[in-house]
């Protein structure tokens, strides 16, 4: 148990669904990131949200859409989706957003885009 | 080319064997991590280290700025050290980097 938890963990939708992933973290940290970690390929950062501002979008598709209402939540939300887009997404949080510290990953959640 | 090279991609050790797992790296960085998953999608932070050498248990982590250059190293390997081990290495800004990650299976 890492203090961040992420839900669901599993997640079947049709291309033209729509649909969000949920991120929370007990670790009272300032930076929540989400990544992407596709079959065979390195993780992917997408978003770093510091203090709750965007301050990293890795040109992401506008598909992926982000929200951090407060410095324990984050989301993604999720519409038209491609079949490339099945992977494992990844939620973390450190103290602050800079690669100095220490992060701490959610679970992640198995997304499969029919 | 990735900013970020592991090796190997793959290793299969008997129980009780020492491992090194190296990460070389092009970017200039704050700190790098070593990361654990294991099957099932978990990560672990295993270290971060911006300088010198790190312990933990079984664990040891080298870095050698100069060369750009860090080493994972497993004492005494255990089955249950099986998992994927991934470097990962911020710039200085709020970009991170990932090695492709090292398969480590250790048999009993």
């Known amino acids: 148990e890492t203090g961040v938890t992420q839900t669901p963990r599993h997640l079947v939708m049709g291309m033209t669904n729509k649909k969000s992933l949920k991120c929370e973290q007990h670790?009272?940290?300032?930076?929540m990131y989400w990544y992407k970690q596709s079959a065979k390929k390195p993780l992917e950062l997408m978003f770093v949200?510091?203090?709750?501002?965007?301050?990293e979008n890795n040109s992401v598709p506008s598909r992926f859409s982000p929200e951090c209402p407060n410095s324990s939540h984050l989301f993604l939300h999720l519409h038209t989706l491609q079949p490339e887009d099945s992977a494992l997404y990844l939620c973390?949080?450190?103290?602050?957003?800079?690669?100095?510290?220490?992060?701490?990953f959610g679970p992640g959640t198995r997304l499969t885009v029919t | 080319k990735n900013e970020v090279e592991q090796s190997p991609q793959n290793l299969t050790a008997q129980e009780g064997e020492f491992i090194t797992i190296n990460c070389s790296y092009s970017?200039?960085?704050?700190?790098l991590h070593w990361l654990q998953q294991h099957p099932g999608g978990g990560i672990v932070s295993l270290f971060m280290?911006?300088?010198g050498k790190k312990k933990h248990g079984r664990l040891i982590a080298t870095i050698n700025i100069q060369e750009k250059h860090s080493s994972l190293h497993i004492t005494a390997s255990h089955p249950r050290d099986s998992a994927v081990y991934i470097c990962?290495?911020?710039?200085?800004?709020?970009?991170?980097?990932f090695g492709t990650g090292t398969s480590l299976t250790v048999i009993p």
């Open positions: 973390a949080s450190s103290q602050r957003g800079r690669g100095a510290y220490e992060q701490y």
């Open positions: 670790l009272g940290h300032n930076a």
């Open positions: 949200y510091n203090f709750k501002e965007q301050t």
């Open positions: 970017v200039g960085i704050s700190a």
């Open positions: 280290l911006s300088s």
């Open positions: 990962a290495v911020p710039n200085t800004g709020n970009q991170f980097y």
